[in-house]
């Protein structure tokens, strides 16, 4: 199976592998969603299956939770954890100071909502995600469906008096029809190629009625593991103001792949 996995697939398994070292017996887990997060999620199961590891895993999306049952990890609601003692994640977009985009696997609510509650958040990322400045990747927004082009044109309003020029929006489509989140609402994609003031746009944005959130974390994030396709993995904590690297061996294991197929 591992022949067939591109350079990108080896960067997010090495990333998802480092990350679950921060795991430890009896934690409560927040389980992001995405491919790299799967990778993660399958490495924990692993751990589940053949080491004995007991945890409790929140996931972030009805698709993160499937495969966490799927791998042996014992599910269970945000509400019955509480609080957690990490979150595991991936990014869209991750810049110097730890400000993530996140959403474009349209999760963005539950992630932000799970990271939150989080002593900490762990983002695992292959190096093409890092960025100088956050915007390239199209911003998610959560809005409800209710009246959701008036939203949409308030975002845009909202864009023109913040003087992000050259802006355009779109609603995420599922094929034809407009995508449905977990929880029932759209999302509106904002192409702004540049986001000079993160933590502005992010304050702003949520003011909007009919904006549920919006897909910009900042200061959620303290730590990224970040992959390369040659095995690489750098660990960087914004705590502790630290880097350190480590290389992976990609390890070939029909349980890690099962899901997976041929
Ligand atoms: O925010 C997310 C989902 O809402 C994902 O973490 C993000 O899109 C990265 O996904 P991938 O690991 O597949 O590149």
Same mark, same amino acid.
């Given at each position: 199976?591992? &022949?067939?996995?591109?350079?990108?697939?080896?960067?997010?398994?090495?990333?998802?592998? *480092?990350?679950?070292?921060?795991?430890?017996?009896? %934690?409560?887990?927040?389980?992001?969603?995405?491919?790299?997060?799967?990778?993660?999620?399958?490495?924990?199961?692993?751990?589940?299956?053949?080491?004995?590891?007991? +945890?409790?895993?929140?996931?972030?999306?009805?698709?993160?939770?499937?495969?966490?049952?799927?791998?042996?990890?014992?599910?269970?609601?945000?509400?019955?954890? *509480?609080?957690?003692?990490? !979150?595991?994640?991936?990014?869209?977009?991750?810049?110097?100071?730890?400000?993530? +985009?996140?959403?474009? &696997?349209?999760?963005?609510?539950?992630?932000?909502?799970?990271?939150?509650?989080?002593?900490? %958040?762990?983002?695992?990322?292959?190096?093409?995600?890092?960025?100088?400045?956050?915007?390239?990747?199209?911003?998610?927004?959560?809005?409800?469906?209710?009246?959701?082009?008036?939203?949409?044109?308030?975002?845009?309003?909202?864009?023109?008096?913040?003087?992000?020029? #050259?802006?355009? !929006?779109?609603?995420?489509?599922?094929?034809?029809?407009?995508?449905?989140?977990?929880?029932?609402?759209?999302?509106?994609?904002?192409?702004?190629?540049?986001?000079?003031?993160?933590?502005?746009?992010?304050?702003?944005?949520?003011?909007?009625?009919?904006?549920?959130?919006?897909?910009?974390?900042?200061?959620?994030?303290?730590?990224?593991?970040?992959?390369?396709?040659?095995?690489?993995?750098?660990?960087?904590?914004?705590?502790?103001?630290?880097?350190?690297?480590?290389?992976?061996?990609?390890?070939?294991?029909?349980?890690?792949?099962?899901?997976? #197929?041929?």
């Amino acid at each position: 199976m591992s &022949g067939e996995l591109s350079p990108i697939d080896k960067a997010k398994f090495v990333a998802a592998k *480092k990350a679950v070292e921060y795991v430890e017996d009896g %934690m409560r887990v927040g389980l992001g969603t995405g491919s790299t997060a799967a990778w993660m999620v399958r490495c924990l199961g692993e751990m589940v299956r053949e080491d004995g590891l007991k +945890i409790r895993g929140v996931p972030t999306s009805a698709r993160t939770a499937a495969l966490a049952r799927d791998v042996g990890i014992d599910v269970v609601s945000l509400d019955e954890a *509480k609080w957690l003692d990490l !979150t595991i994640d991936g990014a869209d977009e991750f810049d110097g100071e730890f400000n993530l +985009i996140k959403g474009g &696997g349209a999760a963005l609510l539950q992630e932000k909502i799970v990271a939150t509650a989080s002593d900490r %958040m762990v983002v695992i990322s292959d190096v093409s995600k890092e960025v100088e400045t956050l915007g390239a990747f199209p911003l998610p927004v959560e809005v409800i469906p209710f009246g959701w082009q008036t939203t949409k044109a308030l975002i845009e309003e909202m864009l023109d008096s913040l003087d992000v020029l #050259g802006q355009t !929006t779109s609603l995420r489509m599922n094929g034809a029809a407009p995508l449905f989140t977990d929880e029932g609402n759209h999302i509106v994609d904002l192409h702004l190629n540049r986001i000079g003031n993160a933590r502005q746009v992010a304050m702003v944005l949520n003011q909007i009625p009919g904006v549920v959130e919006n897909g910009l974390f900042v200061d959620i994030c303290d730590t990224v593991v970040v992959g390369y396709g040659d095995g690489r993995v750098q660990v960087r904590d914004i705590n502790e103001n630290a880097v350190s690297e480590d290389r992976l061996e990609f390890v070939e294991s029909e349980n890690l792949f099962s899901d997976l #197929g041929d």
